[in-house]
T-cell receptor, first 113, second 113 residues
Framework: GDSVTQMEGPVTLSEEAFLTINCTYT??????LFWYVQYPGEGLQLLLK?????DKGSNKGFEATYRKETTSFHLEKGSVQVSDSAVYFC????????????FGTGTRLKVLA | KAGVTQTPRYLIKTRGQQVTLSCSPI?????VSWYQQTPGQGLQFLFE???????NKGNFPGRFSGRQFSNSRSEMNVSTLELGDSALYLC????????????FGEGSWLTVV
């Protein structure tokens, strides 16, 4: 079945460090891919998305590229800030038929000043 | 533009009781989906509605039910509550639910004692 696998957390980084959170997927169809972020006590917010192979989603300094050949959508940021501390979720949805998202287990990021 | 609104934000129920959670989607969005978030299971899809019709349902027991009204507002109900139903229940809306970006509310925190 369709699934998303994320790297286990927590990830602890110093401010201004480089961030990579790995995400791979399996899908029977042709998915759209997303990264969502959840701050403490809140719901999920869309961070970025990509809808076709080789698309790069970007927002607030975060980037992820849709790699069909490796079925991956890794999240990167060149210089993290304390305010980036949150839980990050990779997700996919198929363009038609299922009407649902499948989420990874989430990766907690803690950035130290 | 108002976001997805969920009520109540927090509630405590006793085992065996039932609970109803409400969700108002973003104006113009006709698809509403519900997710359960727990530390152990992550985000699990409950069901999705479009134009008052349930189009998909996750692997939850029949105690979990939902409905959507003609104005796209949605409710979910959990009957005969169990301790394991304690979770954050997230509602999300999108334009059509077919590969669109979904936008989450802040969630309803349910504690069953």
């Amino acid at each position: 079945g369709d699934s998303v696998t994320q790297m286990e957390g927590p990830v602890t980084l110093s401010e201004e460090a480089f961030l990579t959170i790995n995400c791979t997927y399996t899908a029977t169809g042709y998915p759209s891919l997303f990264w969502y972020v959840q701050y403490p006590g809140e719901g999920l917010q869309l961070l970025l998305k990509a809808t076709k192979a080789d698309d790069k989603g970007s927002n607030k300094g975060f980037e992820a590229t849709y790699r069909k050949e490796t079925t991956s959508f890794h999240l990167e940021k060149g210089s993290v800030q304390v305010s980036d501390s949150a839980v990050y979720f990779c997700a996919l949805t198929l363009v038609s038929g299922t009407y649902k998202y499948i989420f990874g287990t989430g990766t907690r990021l803690k950035v130290l000043a | 533009k108002a976001g997805v609104t969920q009520t109540p934000r927090y509630l405590i129920k006793t085992r065996g009781q039932q609970v109803t959670l409400s969700c108002s989607p973003i104006s113009g969005h006709r698809s509403v989906s519900w997710y359960q978030q727990t530390p152990g299971q992550g985000l699990q899809f409950l069901f999705e509605y479009f134009s008052e019709t349930q189009r998909n349902k996750g692997n939850f027991p029949g105690r979990f039910s939902g409905r959507q009204f003609s104005n796209s507002r949605s409710e979910m109900n959990v009957s005969t509550l169990e301790l394991g139903d304690s979770a954050l229940y997230l509602c999300a809306s999108s334009l059509t639910g077919e590969g669109n970006t979904i936008y989450f509310g802040e969630g309803s925190w349910l504690t069953v004692v």
